[in-house]
Every structure is written in structure tokens, then in C-alpha cells.
């Protein structure tokens, strides 16, 4: 594992700066499969050869928990939305890759700190944003990993990013969470008009069950081509990267699911 890297101070955001895919993976419901979607699919980018960055953007951390990087100094998203002008430390969190696979972590509730105390300050919607912009044409593709509400976190995600993934349970109460987070977006796009929904991916999916096969087919017919064609099934494997710290590649019996978002990141790069 490499060791963290000193990127660039911070400048002023320059449209000509934007990466060409910054994607925020939101739901305002939790459990829905956000971080497992954010640290896979930039595992499956990394493995395909591009760049790549995950961001923990949630107070709780579980993205920076899903690596082995507890023990790292970097700079934390907190810090960074509270000093815009820290210098950036991010880590190296997989090697063997044929691309590279970066993280920003999040820890000892930074974010929580941050949220609170940028409650009052002009911009402060745009703090991610003009983090990001700072870093170039360092990566091909930005992964943010959000909060489950539709707080300063969140916004400031959905500023910075030209995309959204949507990450849903196949359950009738999910459907409110998909209508909200569109009026969240249609809102946010008074700040970035250029914000779209990339896709919507059906997660933690058990076609065995009435409902969720029901709900699945629904959300294809009203949201059309919208919904990934990629499912990610309800998998014991995925939990266990995670609470492991280890790529589903090295889990036993993890290949499938591994597989899954290798599928996912192929229909992310064909959306573009």
C-alpha cells in the first residue's frame, strides 16, 4: 500500500478544472447500499485501468472503515471543508490494480464538526466543489460517498458532481426516498445546472421475494432506461469486505459479486 501523497495547495475553482466524472452516490435513506456501491465500483473503475478517488462525505466513516487506512495520516473531508486551504493528503488504498484507486477519508467526526460550524458561512455549499476542482486532471473519475439526509453534506456533494448514482432497495417505502432526493436534485441545480442522475442501481436485491421482484419491475417501467441493467443482489460477501477491510476478489466466494460491479463500472463508462 503506498504511503499518503501531498497533492497541490488549493486554488480558486475554474470551470475548465471540472473532471470529467464526479459522481455522487445518494439516497437520503440509509441502508440502501451507498458506501458498498462507492468503494466497489471504484474498485471495478480502478481494475479496468482509470484513476480513480473515493470520498467519505458521511459523518459515520464506513467508507474509510471498508479500507485498511485507520492507521494512515491524511487529510480528512472535515478538515478540508473547514480549511479549504489545507494542503490535500489522500491514500493509496489498492495496489495490483491496473489503474489507481485513492482515498479521502473521513474520521473522528470531522464531517460532523465541519457540518456544524459551516452552518453560517457564505459558500458553503461550494466547499467540496472547490476542493475537488484543486486536484485537476489527477483522476478520471471522482466517487463521493454521501450522508443518509439531505443536509450540507449531501448538498455539497451534489454541487460538486456532474453525476448521481441512486442506490435503491427494491421496497415500496424506498419509492418516496427516489422522489425526494429528485426534488433535492432539482433544487441543488440552481448551483449546478449541469448535475444529472447517471443511474439508478437496484441494491441488496432478492428477486425471490414478491415485493422486491414487484418494486424492481416497477421502478423499470416508470423510470425506464434510467434503472442500471446491472442488479446487485443481496450477497453475505459484500458485508464481509467491508466489515474486513479486504476486496471482494480476496473474499471467498466474493468473484460473483466482484463481478457484478465490474458490470456496473462497464454501464457507468457507457453512459458517460
Known amino acids: 500500500m503506498g504511503q499518503p501523497r501531498l497533492l497541490t495547495p488549493l486554488r480558486p475553482y475554474n470551470q475548465r478544472d471540472e473532471m470529467a466524472g464526479i459522481i455522487a452516490v445518494a439516497n437520503q435513506k440509509g441502508g440502501v447500499g451507498k458506501t458498498a456501491t462507492t468503494a466497489n465500483l471504484g474498485t471495478?473503475?480502478?481494475?479496468?485501468?482509470?484513476?480513480?478517488?473515493?470520498?467519505?462525505?458521511?459523518?459515520?466513516?464506513?467508507?474509510?472503515?471498508s479500507f485498511p487506512v485507520q492507521d494512515r495520516i491524511c487529510t480528512t473531508t472535515g478538515t478540508l471543508?473547514?480549511?479549504p486551504r489545507t494542503d490535500v493528503k489522500v491514500v493509496n488504498v489498492r495496489n495490483g490494480l491496473e489503474g489507481t484507486?485513492?482515498?479521502?477519508?473521513e474520521r473522528e467526526a470531522s464531517l460532523a464538526e465541519a457540518e456544524a460550524s459551516l452552518a453560517n458561512k457564505l459558500g458553503k455549499e461550494f466547499r467540496l466543489r472547490d476542493v475537488l476542482a484543486?486536484?485537476?486532471?489527477?483522476?478520471?473519475?471522482?466517487?463521493i460517498d454521501t450522508p443518509p439526509s439531505l443536509g450540507?453534506?449531501?448538498?455539497?456533494?451534489?454541487?460538486?458532481?456532474?453525476?448521481?448514482?441512486?442506490?435503491?432497495?427494491?421496497?415500496?417505502?424506498?419509492?418516496?426516498g427516489l422522489e425526494g432526493l429528485r426534488e433535492t436534485i432539482e433544487g441543488v441545480r440552481y448551483y449546478n445546472p449541469s448535475l444529472k442522475i447517471l443511474g439508478i442501481l437496484l441494491s441488496k436485491l432478492?428477486?425471490?421475494?414478491n415485493e422486491e421482484k414487484e418494486v424492481a419491475d416497477y421502478l423499470?417501467?416508470?423510470?425506464?432506461?434510467l434503472v442500471f441493467e446491472t442488479e446487485i443482489g443481496t450477497n453475505s460477501r459484500i458485508l464481509k469486505s467491508a466489515s474486513?477491510?479486504?476486496p471482494l476478489t480476496d473474499i471467498q466466494g466474493g468473484a460473483k459479486a466482484a463481478e457484478l460491479y465490474l458490470e456496473l463500472a462497464r454501464e457507468v463508462l457507457a453512459r458517460g
Open 220 to 225: 423499470r417501467q416508470q423510470w425506464g432506461d
Open 101 to 105: 484507486l485513492d482515498l479521502l477519508p
Open 81 to 83: 471543508l473547514r480549511e
Open 244 to 246: 474486513s477491510a479486504q
Open 134 to 143: 484543486a486536484l485537476g486532471n489527477r483522476y478520471e473519475f471522482v466517487l
Open 44 to 65: 471495478a473503475l480502478s481494475r479496468l485501468g482509470h484513476r480513480v478517488l473515493i470520498v467519505d462525505m458521511d459523518p459515520q466513516g464506513n467508507l474509510t472503515a
Open 152 to 176: 450540507l453534506l449531501t448538498v455539497n456533494s451534489l454541487v460538486a458532481a456532474s453525476r448521481v448514482i441512486v442506490p435503491t432497495e427494491a421496497r415500496f417505502f424506498s419509492l418516496a
Open 206 to 209: 432478492d428477486r425471490r421475494l
